[in-house]
Structures are given as C-alpha cells and as structure tokens.
C-alpha cells in the first residue's frame, strides 16, 4: 500500500482573464496560500501553457517546472481534455466544439480532428519532457448521439463507432508507449467511454493496449447511478489518475437521470463542492489506498452554488483529511508468537504423518 499525493488543483474551472487566474506564476503563488502541493495543467489553456512549445523545447518545460517549484509546487499531471474530445466529434456537435480550434479551421471537421490529433502528439511529448507519467483526456463521442436506442439502433452502428474511435486513438496510444506516458480517459457522460462497459469495448479494440488508462471521477457515476465503488474494484489496475469531485442525485417525480433539460441548479443529479454532495469518499479514499493507487489526488471544482473561493479553500482541507497515511505495520503485532514449523504442524493436530494409501 501508499499514502496518496495530494492536494492537487486542477487548474480548467479556475482559469480566467483577472488575475490572478491569467497566468501560471500567479496562480501557482495563489493554490500555494490555499495549500495545494501541485497544479494540473490544462494542455489547451495558452495563459498557462504553450503545448506546442512544451513539446519542442526541453527549456521551457524545465522553466514551467521551474516557475512551479519556486512556489513550493510541482506538476502533477497535464489534461488534454479539449484536444481528445476533439480527436472524435459527431456531426451534431459540429458548431458547438469549432469555437475550441482556430478561425482558418471552423466548418471544416476533417481539419479540426487532424489538429486535434496533432495536439495530442504534442501532449503526449510534453509530458514525457515533463517527466509526466500520465495524461488526462477524452475519448470524443461518435455514437453518443444513439445512446438511447429509441428508434432502433441498426446492427452494427455501434460497432462502427467503436471501430472508427479505436482507429483514431490506436497510433496515439502507440505514441505514449514510445515515450513512456499513460493516456487516462476519464469516463464521462458525453463521451463514448462513459461507464465499464464502453471502456472495455474500447479498450478491446485497441488491442488491450498497456498505455490505456483511466481517470477516474466519481461524480460522473452519481449522476449515472453507477457503482464507484465496485467499479473501483473492478478497473483498479486501470486507474491512473483521479478527480476529487462531488455530486449528488436527488430524483423527483419530475425528473431522473435526463434532468428534463434543466439548468445545473435545478437538475436532479448535480455537481457539488467536495463535502456538500453524496459520495462516499471515505470508501473511495480506503479502497485506493488498499489498492495502492499510484498518482495525485486532484481537486476538479465544480458546484452550482458555492464560489470558486471557498470551493478551493475547502476542498484543500477536505482531501488533506481523508489522504490515508498508511500503516506499515500490522496493528495485532503486539500479541505476534514465534512459532517453529514443526510447532505449526502440532497446532493442527499433524504430528504423525499419515501413511499413504494405496
């Protein structure tokens, strides 16, 4: 077993154009005062990273570590959320997603996922330069549109998503192998890895690939109703990464799971501060440190209702308070007995052989 690292903030809900949120230095100087230990840099965010230069130049990866350490942090991991969402979009997001990429590329989906694609390349090398072992991203979503299979789902529509997706991330994960770097897929609604099982559809494609990981969020699974617990048990040797985020899911006779299209505040499942929702971190926290989970416990702050402020500030405390230092010792060592072989032999009644039979 091992005690968690962490307090790690992830930086995407605090990035702003005021400082002190509009620079790395400046933020790295305010989640020091809040008590964090370590940033989670989001790769897409240029106020606070230049992937593209991170990914060519060895200098200025150690001066972003740099600017860090002189704060007393260090980089727990980069994201590459809007990149890997963007290596995958279905038609229907089209406009939605092309304020993410370039003017000279809007109206032109091809464009967009190969510059995603290149993105990734990129998050990936900077990383490795970084000495990062694991990146956090999205998988993109083709058959999130057919999630409901209302009208009937034609065979082998899904298999066709999945097909074309693992096609997609295959050279990708191919390229975190070469520099020695996981691509943790947070399972998300919107996303086509959104539970176990499209994970494991995908992760059968691409050939049970080693460098394909989890980032694990237990938010996510309250609004889906699913076992985080169980699922901790089930995918433990997948989950490399991990975002401390609350929710809560309180249905109504109005409205379940679908939220009947309401605003955040006013759905039955929604996101929390860390300590105002429902899940159980107490047997989240138990169950990484039985399983000798690796990496950082990262805030990702996200509520309806409470400011950004007293999300962070609190959230510190709440994640220095349920990091597990573990034991290295057995807590009944004190009434421990030596007892010789042949001892443990009489102690089950075997002092005599038996003879063998025929």
């Not at 539970?195 to 995908?202: A, K, L, M, N, V």
């Not at 985020?245 to 505040?265: L, M």
């Not at 609190?314 to 573990?326: P, Q």
Request: glycine share 8%.
């Amino acid at each position: 077993m091992r005690t968690l690292k962490g307090p790690s903030l992830h930086l995407a809900q605090f990035s702003h154009t005021e400082p002190p949120f509009n620079s790395l230095d400046a933020i790295a100087q305010w989640a020091k005062a809040k008590g964090f230990k370590a940033l989670q840099i989001p790769a897409w965010d240029s106020r606070f990273f230049d992937v593209e230069l991170a990914a060519g130049s060895q200098t200025y990866c150690d001066d972003i570590k740099g600017t860090l350490a002189s704060h007393g942090l260090q980089i727990s991991e980069l994201t590459s959320h809007i990149f890997g969402q963007l290596v995958a979009v279905h038609p229907a997001y089209d406009a939605l997603w092309d304020a993410s990429v370039p003017a000279p590329l809007r109206g032109n989906p091809q464009a967009r996922t190969q510059w995603a694609i290149e993105r990734m390349h990129m998050s990936i090398i900077a990383s490795q330069r970084l000495g990062l072992e694991d990146l956090g991203t999205f998988s993109g979503s083709l058959a999130w549109p057919y999630l409901f299979p209302f009208p009937q789902r034609p065979d082998g529509l899904i298999d066709a998503a999945f097909d074309e997706l693992a096609r997609r991330w295959r050279p990708l994960l191919d390229l975190g192998e070469q520099h020695g770097v996981n691509l943790c897929y947070e399972i998300h609604p919107s996303e086509d890895l959104h539970d176990g099982t499209s994970f494991e559809r995908f992760y059968e494609r691409v050939g049970q690939h080693a460098r394909c990981r989890i980032l694990f969020d237990p938010s996510h699974f309250v609004l889906q109703q699913l076992d985080y617990l169980s699922y901790l048990d089930i995918y433990r040797s997948f989950i490399r990464m991990f975002h401390v985020k609350d929710a809560e899911f309180n249905p109504t006779g109005r409205q379940g799971i679908y939220g009947g299209y309401s605003a955040w505040a006013d759905r039955a499942g929604r996101f929390r501060s860390l300590g105002d929702g429902q899940v159980d971190f107490k047997g989240i926290f138990s169950k990484l440190a039985q399983y000798d989970y690796p990496g950082w416990a990262t805030l990702e702050w996200e509520c309806c209702l409470k400011n950004q402020e007293d999300g962070a500030r609190e959230g510190v405390e709440f994640i220095n308070r349920h990091i597990i230092g573990v034991t290295d010792r057995i807590f009944d060592d004190f009434a421990d007995a030596s007892v010789a072989p042949q001892q443990i032999q009489a102690m089950l009644g075997l002092t005599q052989p038996l003879e063998a039979r025929p």
